[in-house]
């Protein structure tokens, strides 16, 4: 764990209440997708945990919803302020277990994290496949940027109104795959592991 001070370098809105912040600083103590920051709000006694999406050289990216005063409050926040984020929280992913061909769900919030840990086994040479969950068209994000990575992207919108009708297990039980890495609501979590046909991660 690291205690910094970031920048703020880009902070704008996905959809009507998701936002991606961009934040400048250092980054050293992040070593593994699905691991967190903790950000200190101005006013606010308790530190706001958001897990990270993406890393550059001295950059982070992290994805929220403003849903509550403090993400409500990071929404309103411009280029160039600065933000004390404690860096390098939580165990993050094991990638040694993924096999040639692994799956990853993402269930709206949870969706970020599976970003990064698409890169990196991407890196490693894997084909990655990935769900994406929303309840809505309106909802959806970052389907692009996943492709853009080189994933094989489907969409799944309870409503029907986007993608595929139902949830990630309505496709995740017709796919073939050697293991699968998950994030989102405990619902969603349960559902995926009496779905699953291999182990995975949560």
Request: charged share 20%; aromatic share 8%; hydrophobic share 35%.
């Amino acid at each position: 764990m690291k205690q910094g001070i970031f920048e703020i370098i880009e902070n704008t809105a996905l959809t009507a209440s998701v936002y991606k912040m961009v934040l400048g600083g250092d980054v050293s103590a992040i070593t593994a997708p699905g691991q967190f920051v903790n950000i200190k709000l101005e006013g606010l006694y308790l530190r706001r945990p958001i897990s990270v999406c993406d890393l550059g050289e001295n950059t982070l990216t992290i994805i929220y919803k403003a849903v509550g005063k403090g993400t409500e409050q990071m929404a309103k926040m411009a280029k160039d302020e600065r933000l004390d984020v404690l860096t390098g929280l939580g165990n993050g992913y094991d990638l040694s277990l993924s096999g040639d061909k692994p799956v990853l769900l993402g269930g709206g919030g949870g969706v970020p994290p599976m970003y990064l840990l698409a890169k990196e086994l991407l890196k490693q040479g894997k084909k990655v496949s990935v769900i994406l969950g929303f309840n809505t068209k309106s909802e959806v994000f970052y389907e692009q940027e996943f492709k853009e990575l080189g994933c094989d992207v489907t969409v799944t919108t309870v409503d029907g109104s986007y993608g595929t009708k139902g949830f990630v297990t309505t496709v995740l039980e017709k796919m073939d795959y050697t293991y699968f890495y998950t994030c989102g609501p405990e619902p969603m979590l349960k559902a995926v592991y009496k779905t699953s046909e291999t182990s995975g991660q949560m």
